[in-house]
């Protein structure tokens, strides 16, 4: 079946260092790739998405490029804020079925 | 903006109570969904709804049950609460079957005593 597997946290991270936090996947057929972000006290908010092979998502400084030869799709950003900290799912789509999600990765950025 | 609200943000009920939470999106979406999220389980599905009066089981449908009489509304019912359903739930919609991007709700968070 379709699972993501992302990385665990909590990861900590000082003001404006280089963010990576890794998610791969397994899929039938040609899935969609999603990064959420949930920042304290809020329900998941769409970050970025990727729908083929070779794109990339963007959004917010925030960068992921959907790898189908390692089945990954890693977030990315160069210089975290303060206001970055949150939890990161990873999630995908591939067919008619539901959303599955990753467990989720919290980043504390701390100045 | 799409908006998605629950019911309640904090919730307290005893243990054998029935539990309703609400669910409103205004943006005519088919398809809905309950999650409830855990420290380190991450989102589980519930129950989701493509349509009206439809209903599909999701990865942890046990001890719940759902609702959907109309579009914009997908009520999740707990019919007699235990405290391994303490939790914070979250309802999501999305405009249809295999359009991912789903919107969310703030979240319930409840505590069965």
């Known amino acids: 079946g379709n699972s993501v597997t992302q990385m665990e946290g909590p990861v900590t991270l000082s003001e404006e260092a280089f963010l990576t936090i890794n998610c791969t996947y397994t899929?039938?057929?040609?899935?969609?790739l999603f990064w959420y972000v949930q920042y304290p006290g809020e329900g998941l908010q769409l970050l970025l998405k990727?729908?083929?092979?070779?794109d990339k998502g963007s959004n917010k400084g925030f960068e992921a490029t959907y790898r189908k030869e390692t089945t990954s799709f890693h977030l990315e950003k160069g210089s975290v804020q303060v206001s970055d900290s949150a939890v990161y799912f990873c999630?995908?789509?591939?067919?008619?079925?539901?959303?599955?999600f990753g467990k989720g990765t919290r980043l504390s950025v701390i100045a | 903006d799409v908006k998605v609200t629950q019911s309640s943000r904090y919730l307290v009920k005893r243990t054998g109570e029935k539990v309703f939470l609400e669910c409103v999106q205004d943006?005519?979406?088919?398809?809905m969904f309950w999650y409830r999220q855990d420290p380190g389980l991450g989102l589980r599905l519930i129950y989701f709804?493509?349509?009206?009066?439809?209903?599909e089981k999701g990865d942890i449908p046990e001890g719940y049950s759902v609702s959907r009489e109309k579009k914009e509304r997908f009520s999740l019912i707990l019919e007699s609460a235990s405290t391994n359903q303490t939790s914070m739930y979250l309802c999501?919609?999305?405009?249809?079957?295999?359009?991912?991007?789903?919107?969310f709700g703030p979240g319930t968070r409840l505590l069965v005593l």
């Open positions: 999501a919609s999305s405009v249809r079957r295999g359009r991912g991007t789903q919107y």
């Open positions: 899929a039938t057929g040609y899935p969609s």
């Open positions: 990727a729908t083929k092979a070779d």
């Open positions: 999630a995908l789509e591939s067919g008619n079925t539901p959303l599955v």
């Open positions: 943006m005519d979406h088919e398809n």
């Open positions: 709804s493509y349509d009206v009066k439809m209903k």
